[in-house]
T-cell receptor, first 113, second 113 residues
Framework: AQSVTQPDIHITVSEGASLELRCNYS??????LFWYVQSPGQGLQLLLK??????LVQGIKGFEAEFKRSQSSFNLRKPSVHWSDAAEYFC???????????FGAGTRLTVKP | EAGVAQSPRYKIIEKRQSVAFWCNPI?????LYWYQQILGQGPKLLIQ????????DSQLPKDRFSAERLKGVDSTLKIQPAKLEDSAVYLC???????????FGAGTRLSVL
């Protein structure tokens, strides 16, 4: 069965520092992988996605992620974090047999001034 | 292009009462999803519609939850009677179907007292 693990529940970084959020997945074939961001009281916004091709994917807001099949990982990175990046980040994997996807439990990012 | 619309944004009810949520997907999106997001967890799929037919409702607690999408456009999700553990954010998402990206509404935050 498809599943996603985000090992870090909460991460705190200083503004301007680099960021890496971890995501590991379990999937029987080549997965589709997604990162979504959720600000307080808001819905989920897609940051980036991987379907196939180049394993380094660029997204919005300066984020990127790298698909590593050998490690079953799809970690999210940003070279310099801004205070506005404070939010909850969700990794998701699909498609399931119904073309749905499974979400991880999320990582909450706090940005220190 | 208008996004996914959900109402109400917030709802507070007492246990054993009933409640209904409404979702209007992005125009032209054939697939509609309802997710439940409990505090501190990732979204969990409740039900998926393709046009006005149900694709997957395996995780919908059918003794108290129901959903419909009669004309293949907007949808309602109902809980009757509500339990304390139903307190969560209910997210609606839509996509063009197949393996296309899901777009999320802002959600309805339900508090059951």
């Amino acid at each position: 069965a498809q599943s996603v693990t985000q090992p870090d529940i909460h991460i705190t970084v200083s503004e301007g520092a680099s960021l890496e959020l971890r995501c590991n997945y379990s999937y029987g074939a080549t997965p589709y992988l997604f990162w979504y961001v959720q600000s307080p009281g808001q819905g989920l916004q897609l940051l980036l996605k991987y379907f196939s091709g180049d394993t380094l994917v660029q997204g919005i807001k300066g984020f990127e992620a790298e698909f590593k099949r050998s490690q079953s990982s799809f970690n999210l990175r940003k070279p310099s974090v801004h205070w506005s990046d404070a939010a909850e980040y969700f990794c998701a994997v699909g498609p399931t047999e119904n073309n749905d996807m499974r979400f991880g439990a999320g990582t909450r990012l706090t940005v220190k001034p | 292009e208008a996004g996914v619309a959900q109402s109400p944004r917030y709802k507070i009810i007492e246990k054993r009462q009933s409640v209904a949520f409404w979702c209007n997907p992005i125009s032209g999106h054939a697939t509609l999803y309802w997710y439940q997001q409990i505090l501190g967890q990732g979204p969990k799929l409740l039900i998926q519609f393709q046009n006005n037919g149900v694709v997957d409702d395996s995780q919908l607690p059918k003794d108290r939850f129901s959903a419909e999408r009669l004309k293949g456009v907007d949808s309602t999700l109902k809980i009757q009677p509500a339990k304390l553990e139903d307190s969560a954010v209910y997210l609606c998402a839509s996509s063009r179907g197949g393996k296309n990206i899901q777009y999320f509404g802002a959600g309805t935050r339900l508090s059951v007292l």
